[in-house]
């Protein structure tokens, strides 16, 4: 009797199909040495109750590899894996996690997401890729998830909020609060209401009317709009108007002059390969007083306080940039006049002189003076050289005063000068005019001239490049954490670009081997690990192990 034996076969593991050159393995190898030095980030269950099918070492590498392929929100990450992606079978170990377990992972972990970032930053470090000497930093205004029309100003929010603790207990049937009731939801007692509603509308307007509404329309819905009343209040500012949908969204303008509830995204970027050293976001509609938070974050992240930052004239800030100039860091700014140069269209007014009512012409204001800070004298566009004169004291302030006799015989001295002589003071903070030497140096020129493609250049990537239309969370925790997601993207196809994958598997299996050890083992292993990298058209090869 024959028998008919079926052939074996062997089923492929995932990943097998996919190039092992390909960006799913850089970030996939950077995600296991995050893990392997930081063990303590991944421990599961430790606490009573049903174990975690879906652990934090497989999620975080899902969901920023979801990022790296400009797919963010949970339903779309969902939908994603359910396509049966190679990519997602092998970042998923062939598991299947749902909207609410990708959703649960980003509530509970989004300190690992934050770790991973100063992670990479630092990695990025220790193998060369930043060197941390030079960092352009810029901000850019980002346009909120919100609608700029759900809004309330102070007086209009605490109007409301006083009449809701007010009446909201008048719940018999002759009551308000009652009639109220029945009008949102059944179009009930509109003729006895109306006066209020009239009074109110004129009160609150649109946006209070919508909160209002959402009392009676809602579930539980008078202690949700009172704890949004309350968070609304926590993020009065002045006179400004509040986000309803958004409230820590504040409200500033746009680089485009537009009014809306935005925030503020602050970055700055190594100049060796443009990756993203720091970033943060800030409620402050300007810079003026981001730069020493920006120089304290630095100096965490590059662990070094001696590196120069280059910022815009925007972060010209008195007190910070003395104590900046007092620290090991330098700072590339350009001052009002080199400002101005750069920005001829401005629409700031020139003030009138208090002593006259002429005005000084557009061609002789004082950004129309060339300084220069080794002769310390300033050449007016008539080609006349203003030595110093005197010092005198204004409001306190002491400011150095230069002048010239030719004003005298000067053709132009009526556009230029509101007296018979045309006056320039500087103030005489040693610290201040040291600082614009640096910026007027031949060497801070040409550092500053890399600023419009590092700085400004990053932002355009992220725009365009990485697909970024704007927020799509609210509140300052979630917007900072999906902007950390782009930042690691950024970073991550910098380290891809740069890097082959087998040098980041050859540095894994490095650190395994020492943890065989018994070796506590951090970031810093890889300086004793690793003698050198072999470089070839700025991408690393291969390594020189110790």
Not at 172 to 186: A, C, R, S, T, V
Not at 499 to 525: A, D, F, R, S
Request: charged share 30%; proline share 3%.
């Amino acid at each position: 009797m024959s028998t008919t034996c079926q052939s074996y076969y062997t089923l492929k593991s995932p990943g097998d199909n996919i190039d092992k050159t390909h960006e799913l393995y850089t970030l996939y190898y950077l995600s296991e040495i995050f893990k392997e030095l930081n063990p303590s980030f991944f421990e599961e269950n430790k606490g009573s109750g049903r174990p975690r099918i879906y652990t934090a070492s497989i999620m975080l590498p899902f969901i920023q590899w979801g990022h790296l392929n400009k797919i963010i929100s949970c339903r779309d990450l969902e939908n994603w894996w359910t396509r049966n992606d190679d990519t997602c079978n092998f970042i998923l170990d062939c598991k299947k996690p749902g909207k609410s377990s990708i959703n649960e992972f980003l509530n509970d972990y989004n300190y690992l997401i934050d770790a991973f970032d100063i992670f990479i930053v630092e990695f990025s470090i220790k193998i060369g890729l930043m060197n941390g000497n030079i960092i352009y930093h810029d901000g850019t205004i980002l346009k909120g998830y919100c609608n700029n029309f759900k809004k309330l100003y102070a007086n209009q929010l605490y109007f409301l909020r006083d009449f809701i603790l007010k009446h909201r207990h008048e719940t018999d049937e002759e009551g308000l609060w009652f009639k109220m009731d029945k009008y949102f939801n059944n179009n009930e007692f509109e003729d006895e209401i109306e006066p209020i509603l009239n009074k109110l509308k004129e009160k609150i307007r649109a946006g209070g009317i919508y909160l209002l509404k959402s009392v009676f329309k809602q579930k539980n819905g008078l202690k949700k709009v009172l704890l949004k009343i309350k968070h609304m209040e926590e993020n009065v500012k002045g006179n400004q108007p509040i986000s309803i949908v958004d409230p820590e969204a504040h409200s500033m303008l746009d680089k485009d002059g537009e009014w809306g509830f935005n925030y503020n995204f602050q970055a700055g970027v190594d100049d060796k390969y443009g990756m993203i050293a720091v970033h943060y976001i800030t409620q402050s509609p300007n810079d003026k007083k981001e730069l020493l938070i920006t120089v304290n974050e630095l100096n965490e992240r590059l662990g070094k306080e001696d590196y120069v930052i280059v910022v815009d004239h925007g972060y010209w800030h008195i007190k910070s940039l003395e104590e900046i100039y007092n620290s090991p860091t330098t700072i590339v700014i350009p001052d009002r006049a080199a400002a101005s140069h750069k920005k001829e269209n401005s629409n700031k007014k020139q003030k009138k002189s208090k002593k006259s009512s002429i005005k000084i012409d557009k061609d002789f204001r004082k950004p129309k003076f060339f300084k220069d800070w080794q002769k310390d004298i300033y050449i007016c566009p008539n080609g006349s050289i203003l030595r110093r004169m005197n010092n005198n004291k204004q409001n306190g302030i002491e400011y150095k005063v230069y002048g010239t006799d030719d004003c005298f015989t000067c053709p132009d001295q009526k556009k230029c000068a509101t007296e018979s002589k045309r006056k320039i003071k500087d103030r005489c903070e040693s610290e201040i005019n040291e600082i614009k030497k640096i910026y007027y140096s031949e060497w801070g020129q040409e550092i500053y001239h890399g600023r419009g493609y590092n700085a400004e250049g990053n932002f355009g990537t992220l725009f365009e490049s990485r697909n970024f239309r704007g927020i799509k969370t609210r509140g300052t925790k979630r917007v900072k954490e999906e902007l950390t997601q782009y930042a690691i993207t950024h970073n991550i196809k910098k380290i891809h670009k740069h890097t082959t994958v087998n040098v980041l598997k050859t540095i894994l299996n490095l650190i395994k081997q020492e943890k065989t050890k018994h070796i506590n083992v951090n970031i810093n292993i890889i300086d004793e690990l690793i003698k050198d990298f072999i470089i070839e058209d700025e991408i690393i090869v291969n390594l020189k192990i110790k």
